[in-house]
């Protein structure tokens, strides 16, 4: 089993920077990926990005440019930094991460609000 915990959200004016912090806990030594999803009111969750155990990191195609994914694997944490803030990014952000077998785990979340 993985625990997954969200920090870092909040209410942002447009333009703005946020940092997104993930710690995971538990059996991190089988994790292949860890990765960041986003669900906004009303729409389907969707994939932000994602970084491998030996580093790799890849974007949904929307996300490229804005959003960074990163990882401290001496912290078993990954951090999503989202600059240039856009009311449409507000949405509750999901740290997930897959494991050697394949099974999926998922956070509480974290609102990200973007509103002047």
């Known amino acids: 089993q993985v625990q997954l915990v969200e920090s870092g959200g909040g209410l942002v004016q447009p333009g703005g920077s946020l940092k997104l912090t993930c710690v995971a806990s538990?059996?991190?030594?089988?994790?292949?990926?860890m990765g960041w999803s986003r669900q906004a009111p009303g729409r389907q969750r969707e994939w932000v990005a994602s970084?491998?155990?030996?580093?790799?990191?890849n974007y949904g195609d929307s996300m490229k440019g804005r959003f960074t994914i990163s990882r401290d694997n001496s912290k078993n944490t990954i951090y999503l930094q989202i600059n240039s803030l856009k009311p449409e990014d507000t949405a509750v952000y999901y740290c997930?991460?897959?494991?050697?077998?394949?099974?999926?785990?998922w956070g509480r979340g974290t609102q990200v609000t973007v509103s002047s």
């Open positions: 997930n991460s897959l494991d050697n077998e394949l099974n999926a785990f």
């Open positions: 538990g059996s991190i030594s089988s994790l292949l990926a």
């Open positions: 970084v491998t155990s030996n580093g790799t990191t």
